[in-house]
C-alpha cells in the first residue's frame, strides 16, 4: 500500500494546489462578503435586509451540487458562460457566502444590547461602534463555527472534481483509473483532507482559548 | 452628603431643556407631555414607580430613544433632530457629536468586557474626542484615580466588582467632560454593602458643579443629593420641588404618597 501511495504523491500535486487555490478563493471572497451582507442584513434599511433574507434562504436551501450544476449550465444559458473553475468557486462562494451571513448575523446579535448603547453613549459613530466594541465582541463568537465553515469549504471543494477541473479528488480518480487500486489513494486522500482540517481544528481551539478572557 | 445650600450656585439659561415630550412604544404612550429644565451645575434626581416613564425619559435626553413630540435642547440646540417641524433626523456623525456632549452611566454597568478598566476610559477619549493614547491614558488613570481604582487600571470588568464596575462606568462617562450627566438607576443591580462606594462618587461630582439628571430608588441619597426631586406617573411629571418640600408635599398627592410609604416603611 505504501509503495502505491509513494507511486501517486507526484500526480497528486497539481490537483493538491487547485484544492488549496479553490478553498483559498472560497473562503477569502466569501469573508469579506458575507460580512458585508451580515452587517447589513442586521443595520441596513428594509429592503436591502428582506433582500439579503431571501439570498441567504434560498441558496442555504439549495443543495451545493445542485447550485454547482446550475452555476456551470444554467449560466451560460442567460448567457453568462463561465469555464469549469470559475463556476466552481463561484457557485462554493455564494454557498459559504450566505452561511457566513448567518455566522454574523449570530455572533453580532449575541453582544448584548447594553454595549450599543454605551458604545453610543461615549458618541461612538456607527462605524467606531462596530470596529471597537461589536466586531471584538462578536469575534469570538464568530470563529468557531466560521472556521468549521472553513473545514467544511476544504472539503466541499471535492465536488468541483464534478465538473472536470483538476483537483485532488479528480487527480486521485485519475490515478485510480490507471493503476486500478482504489483502497491505498482513497486512503491517502482521506489522509491528505484531514490533515488540512486537523490544522484548521487546532487553530481554532487555540484562538478560542486566546479570547476567552472576554465575559460579561 | 452634602447640604443642598451649600451645592454650586445654580443659574443662568438652562442647561438642558425638555418641553412637550412625547414617547410611544407602539400603541402605549409612555411619555405623556414632558416638561422639564436643568439649570447648570444643577442635580434633579426622577423618582417614580416602576412603568412612570423616568427611564425612558434619560434615554430620550441622549437620543438612545427617539421620540414622537415635543423637544429636549442641551444648550439651546436640538439634540435628535436637525429640523422639529419635519422630524429630519440628524446624521450619524452629527448625532454621535451630540451624544459625546451627555454622559451617561447605566443600571447594568455595560462596560466594555473585553477592554480593561482603564481602556474602557480611554475608548471615547481616543475615537470621539481626538486624545493621543498617553493623553488619554493621563486622563483615564486620573479619572480612575478619581472613584479610587487608580490601582485597577488595568482589571478587566470580569475581574471587578459590581461597585467598581460602576465606578468605572462613572469615570468613563466623567472623563468626557459631559456638559450633563444621566445616571439611570446606577445603584439597582448592585448589592447593597456596595452602593455606599457608588453614591459617594456622585456626591463628590455633584460637589463640584457637575450638572446631573438621574433616576434613583434610593430616596434618601435623592433627597441630600439633588436641588430638585421629579416625581414622575403614568407618563407625566405629577410633583416636582426641592427635596423637603416635595416630600412633605405628599399628604395633599396621594399617588406621591403611595409611592413614599413604600420607602417611609423601610428607611424611614
Known amino acids: 500500500m505504501i509503495e502505491q501511495i509513494v507511486y501517486a504523491l507526484p500526480f497528486l500535486l497539481g490537483g493538491f494546489q487547485t484544492t488549496l487555490i479553490v478553498s483559498v478563493l472560497v473562503v477569502v471572497i466569501s469573508l469579506v462578503g458575507g460580512v458585508l451582507l451580515g452587517v447589513a442584513l442586521i443595520y441596513g434599511p428594509l429592503a436591502v435586509r428582506l433582500l439579503i433574507r431571501v439570498f441567504s434562504d434560498t441558496i442555504r436551501g439549495i443543495p451545493i451540487l445542485v447550485l454547482l450544476f446550475f452555476v456551470y449550465y444554467g449560466l451560460p444559458a442567460a448567457g453568462m458562460p463561465l469555464d469549469a473553475f470559475t463556476s466552481a468557486v463561484v457557485a462554493l462562494t455564494l454557498f459559504k457566502i450566505a452561511q457566513v451571513i448567518e455566522y454574523v448575523r449570530g455572533a453580532v446579535q449575541s453582544v448584548p444590547k447594553g454595549q450599543d448603547e454605551a458604545a453610543k453613549a461615549i458618541g461612538l459613530t456607527f462605524t467606531g461602534r462596530l470596529r471597537e466594541v461589536i466586531f471584538p465582541q462578536a469575534f469570538r463568537r464568530f470563529l468557531p463555527p466560521w472556521i468549521n465553515g472553513v473545514a467544511d469549504a476544504v472539503k466541499g471543494s471535492a465536488l468541483v472534481s464534478l465538473l472536470g477541473v483538476i483537483d485532488l479528488m479528480y487527480a486521485i480518480n485519475q490515478v485510480i483509473g490507471r493503476t486500478y487500486d482504489a483502497m491505498p489513494l482513497y486512503v491517502l486522500g482521506a489522509f491528505i483532507y484531514i490533515s488540512i482540517n486537523y490544522a484548521l481544528s487546532a487553530t481554532s481551539r487555540h484562538v478560542e482559548r486566546r479570547f476567552s478572557y472576554i465575559r460579561e | ?268
Not at chain 2, 480593561?116 to 491614558?137: C, I, Y
Open chain 2, 1 to 268: 452628603m452634602i447640604n443642598k445650600e451649600m451645592g454650586a450656585t445654580v443659574s443662568g439659561p438652562p442647561l438642558l431643556s425638555i418641553s412637550q415630550l412625547i414617547k410611544d412604544f407602539g400603541e402605549t404612550r409612555v411619555l405623556r407631555g414632558i416638561d422639564l429644565e436643568v439649570a447648570r451645575g444643577e442635580v434633579v434626581t426622577v423618582i417614580g414607580p416602576s412603568g412612570s416613564g423616568k427611564t425612558t425619559l434619560l434615554r430620550c435626553v441622549n437620543f438612545l430613544e427617539s421620540y414622537e413630540g415635543g423637544s429636549i435642547q442641551i444648550d439651546g440646540r436640538e439634540v435628535g433632530f436637525l429640523d422639529l417641524a419635519t422630524r429630519k433626523r440628524r446624521g450619524e456623525r452629527d448625532l454621535a457629536a451630540m451624544r459625546a456632549e451627555t454622559g451617561m452611566v447605566f443600571q447594568s454597568f455595560n462596560l466594555f468586557p473585553h477592554l480593561s478598566a482603564g481602556k474602557n476610559v480611554m475608548l471615547g477619549l481616543r475615537k470621539v474626542r481626538g486624545k493621543s493614547t498617553e493623553e488619554a491614558r493621563r486622563i483615564a488613570a486620573h479619572w480612575l484615580d478619581r472613584v479610587g481604582l487608580g490601582h485597577k487600571f488595568d482589571s478587566l470588568p470580569s475581574e471587578l466588582s459590581g461597585g467598581q464596575q460602576q465606578r468605572v462606568g462613572i469615570a468613563r462617562a466623567v472623563a468626557m467632560e459631559p456638559k450633563i450627566l444621566l445616571l439611570d438607576e446606577i445603584t439597582s443591580s448592585l448589592d447593597p454593602e456596595l452602593v455606599g462606594e457608588v453614591l459617594a462618587v456622585v456626591t463628590s461630582l455633584a460637589e463640584e458643579g457637575m450638572t446631573m439628571l438621574m433616576v434613583t430608588h434610593e430616596i434618601a441619597f435623592a433627597r441630600d443629593a439633588s436641588q430638585r426631586i421629579v416625581f414622575m406617573d403614568e407618563g407625566v411629571i405629577a410633583a416636582s420641588g426641592p427635596p423637603r418640600e416635595l416630600l412633605a408635599q405628599s399628604a395633599e398627592n396621594p399617588r406621591l404618597d403611595s409611592f413614599l410609604s413604600r420607602f417611609r416603611a423601610s428607611h424611614f
